[in-house]
């Protein structure tokens, strides 16, 4: 019985973290065309969550948690356009260092984490309840 709570808690903290996950690649995703409001102010920065694997003395096992929020310092991406409040003097406004199809593919791999965790706990409890069954007769 105890392997059965174990692999559900072990599950949990997966679908914790992939939770998360998700909630910090739709931040990114929201503010992808976030420009500053003048020349002088930078745009949205991307962020990157960060996860650690963690021993769980009671359980025996180690668990993922989340870590604290990473930030992306690559280049920002710059776009002409002249008559826009946070244009430099030559015309270009810097926006977000986001790639939605980055971000896209990474929710849909946070998403199946996220199933495959699920299915963890739903299968772990069908064999419990079995397992119940049989100790009942």
């Keep these: 019985m105890n392997d059965f709570m174990t692999s559900i808690k072990i599950a949990g903290s997966g679908l914790n973290a992939q939770t998360a996950r998700m909630r910090v ?3 990114n995703m929201a503010n992808a065309d976030s420009a500053g409001h003048t020349p002088e102010e930078d745009p949205y ?13 009671e359980l025996g096992a180690t668990e993922v948690t989340v870590g604290a929020l ?3 310092m690559s280049d920002f991406s710059s776009r002409y356009e002249p008559g826009h409040p946070a244009a430099d003097e ?7 260092n986001v790639n939605t199809l980055i971000e896209t593919m990474d929710m849909r791999e946070a998403q199946r984490t ?10 772990s409890r069908q064999m419990l309840g079995r397992t119940l069954d049989i100790l009942r007769g």
Excluded: Q, S
């Design 25 to 27: 690649i739709a931040e």
């Design 45 to 57: 920065r991307r962020k990157v969550p960060t996860f650690h694997a963690v021993l769980n003395r």
């Design 70 to 72: 990473a930030t992306d």
């Design 90 to 96: 030559n015309g270009y406004v810097k926006y977000p």
């Design 114 to 123: 996220y199933e495959a965790n699920l299915n963890v706990v739903t299968v």
